[in-house]
Structures are given as C-alpha cells and as structure tokens.
C-alpha cells in the first residue's frame, strides 16, 4: 500500500509559480516511479510528468515543457512538481501518483500503469 497526500496548490497569476508537493508514506519510497496528473473542468485526466524509481529519468507533457520540473527526494519520501511561467490553461486539480514497478529508470504516461493515486489538489491560475 502506499498513501499520497498533496498540497502546494493555490491561486496564482498567470506567469507565476507554485510548487505542488506529494508526500508518500507505506511501502519502500525507492519501489515505485511517480507521476503527475492532472484534471481541468470538462476534461479527461492528463498527464503532466513523471519520474523515474532511479530519480534519474523524467518525462513531460509537450505543454509543460521547460515550465515544469519534478524531482523526489528519497530522505523526506516527497516529489515535487516545481511549475513557473503558469498559464490560464495550467487550471486543473492536480494528482500524485505511483507506478509499482520493478523497473529503475522507468518512467510512464498512461494512468491505467499507476497504482496509488491521491486526492489532489487543486491549482488555479489567472489571467
């Protein structure tokens, strides 16, 4: 089992930043890879980003390119997803999640690969 909480989320304007934070708690933190998604009003769920069980490889959604950056830190069992330059179109409830994997630098997309989702939170940003 593992448990996700998130929290970072706010209100901004647009061409500011946030840092959302996921903290993971329950089976070995270095176990799983972990994602970023995230869910706009109307929309299906999207992926934002991933990274690695290693912390070695990430991945990102074309339209957070550049913007966007993850990063785990193994001690405090935490990824984060740094966010600048956010756009009107970022506005969305984000979700943490973890990809039971045996496989160190790997890093997915698809949602239906994630295990443990949690909550969300929710990230607003105005023009």
């Known amino acids: 089992q593992v448990q996700l909480v998130e929290s970072g989320g706010g209100l901004v304007q647009a061409g500011g930043s946030l840092r959302l934070s996921c903290a993971a708690s329950?089976?070995?933190?270095?176990?799983?890879?972990l994602g970023w998604f995230r869910q706009a009003p109307g929309k299906e769920r999207e992926f934002v980003g991933a990274i690695s069980r290693s912390g070695g490889s990430t991945d990102y959604a074309d339209s957070v390119k550049g913007r966007f950056t993850i990063s785990r830190d193994n001690a405090k069992t935490t990824v984060y997803l740094q966010m600048n330059d956010l756009k009107p179109g970022d506005t969305a409830v984000y979700y943490c999640?973890?990809?039971?994997?045996?496989?160190?630098?790997?890093?997915?997309?698809?949602?239906?690969?994630?295990?443990?989702w949690g909550q969300g939170t929710q990230v607003t940003v105005s023009s």
């Open positions: 329950g089976r070995r933190f270095s176990s799983y890879a």
């Open positions: 999640a973890a990809d039971i994997t045996f496989r160190w630098d790997y890093v997915g997309r698809d949602s239906r690969d994630y295990d443990y």
